[in-house]
């Protein structure tokens, strides 16, 4: 297997750019939050009766 | 929060020949909180700490706080023997959250959303299958109390684990007898017979197909297989990472509306191991357990199962097959098209 890239990880093209922010939890752990800019994507997808919901739900609290 | 104390260890057992990992401080984990305390949540303003110190993520991964495989193990409790040695729990244990919406389910997601959850998930096959003391990559979910679910949020875990595990080693050593008898890949053979019979086929497209196996042992038990040969999800297309997205969130809609519950089930996503060994006859897939067999009824593991590792199903596969064919959405591909 190739090796991992954090910022540029191998086969981005395909999954879309995605930006990966890693940070220490208060007890040590690690956290990585996963980022795409393209984040309208994610609402304008839906479709389904749950997708629309969801959708609607994401618009008003400008969360997925 | 306060840090728990570990306590990770394997234990070989010579009778079955595997590795049981004892995890005690797991005991402690939080069970079923009320949504205003769910760890799983961002961080709100004013609100108490969770997990995840940001008011707002798209997908967050972090290290689970209760581990039954850390990088840095503690000693084992006990001393083994030669017969059953004793290990410290080398691995890694990590939470995958979906998304910040508490009450959102992945058959909820929107298509693109999945998309990234998939490229989550092979990105950190790649970080973690980079590891030396890894030796293969697990990432599942459990869905539903039924299956113990102790949080709701929407969420999954990844296990990387330093041996490869039981299940995806006997498919491993199947799987390199079948290349070696045949020449061909065990996968790309059942899609093909699959394909050819039709009857236990779920849904297809994108490079995917969606069958309750032949073999099932779950009444409703599905496996999504690429109709490529690839070991990995970093190696797939763009074209068959959307038609993974399509053809899982079509199986767990369908799940849905199969009893108008919210199905439970076990996801686990199979990959090629990351041991370095020759495993290239290994074939990426996801295979879905749902427990139920009615609304109503669930599916026990009990003796035959549990006692001597052999499954009974009440159903056909045929049958259950075609009722879940039966059930919306019909088509992946019109996933977003489908009012």
């Known amino acids: 297997m190739p090796d991992p890239q954090q910022e540029t990880p191998p086969g981005a093209a395909m999954f879309g750019e995605f930006r990966v922010e890693t940070e220490t939890m208060p007890d040590g752990r690690r956290i990585h939050y996963y980022a795409w800019p393209d984040d309208t994507e994610t609402a304008a997808s839906a479709g389904d009766p749950a997708d629309v919901q969801a959708a609607h739900d994401a618009a008003d609290s400008d969360r997925v | ?52 110190g940001r008011p707002d993520f798209q997908i967050a991964v972090f290290d689970n706080r209760f581990p039954s495989l850390r990088p840095d193990p503690a000693p084992p409790a006990v001393t083994g023997t030669e017969l059953t040695p004793v290990e410290p729990s080398f691995g890694a244990c990590e939470v995958v959250v979906y998304t910040p919406r508490h009450d959102a389910t992945l058959a909820m997601l929107p298509v693109a959303h999945v998309r990234r959850l998939i490229a989550v998930w092979a990105h950190r096959t790649l970080v973690l299958g980079a590891r030396d003391e890894v ?46 008898r045949t020449g061909g890949c065990l996968w790309c053979d059942l899609n093909r017979q699959e394909i050819d019979d039709g009857r236990r086929v779920v849904a297809r497209g994108g490079g995917w197909l969606a069958t309750v196996p032949f073999f099932a042992r779950w009444p409703y038990e599905v496996h999504l297989t690429s109709e490529r040969h690839v070991g990995w999800l970093h190696e797939l297309t763009q074209t068959e990472v959307d038609g993974l997205a399509r053809v899982l969130l079509t199986v767990v809609r369908k799940y849905n509306a199969l009893f108008d519950i919210e199905l439970p089930y076990i996801m686990a996503i199979h990959q090629r191991p990351t041991d370095g060994g020759d495993r290239d006859a290994y074939h990426l897939h996801v295979e879905f357990y749902p427990p139920n067999r009615t609304a109503t009824k669930l599916k026990y593991l009990a003796g035959s199962e549990a006692g001597a590792g052999a499954f009974i ?22 996933l977003d098209l489908e009012a």
């Open chain 2, 1 to 52: 929060m306060p840090r728990i104390p570990i306590v990770s260890e394997r234990r070989w057992n010579p009778v079955l020949g595997e590795w049981t990992m004892t995890a005690t401080h797991r005991q402690d984990r939080t069970f079923l909180p009320p949504a205003e305390y769910c760890p799983l949540c961002p961080t709100r303003p004013g609100g108490a700490p969770t997990e995840i």
């Open chain 2, 313 to 334: 199903n009440d159903t056909l596969p045929e049958e259950t097959a075609a009722t879940l064919r039966d059930r919306p959405p019909h088509d992946p591909a019109a």
């Open chain 2, 135 to 180: 030796a293969s990559v697990f990432a599942f979910e459990n869905k539903g109390e039924q299956i113990g679910v102790t949080l709701h949020h929407p969420h999954g875990q990844i296990y990387a684990y330093p041996t490869i595990p039981p299940v995806l080693e006997r498919e491993t050593r199947n799987a390199t007898a079948h290349a070696e």
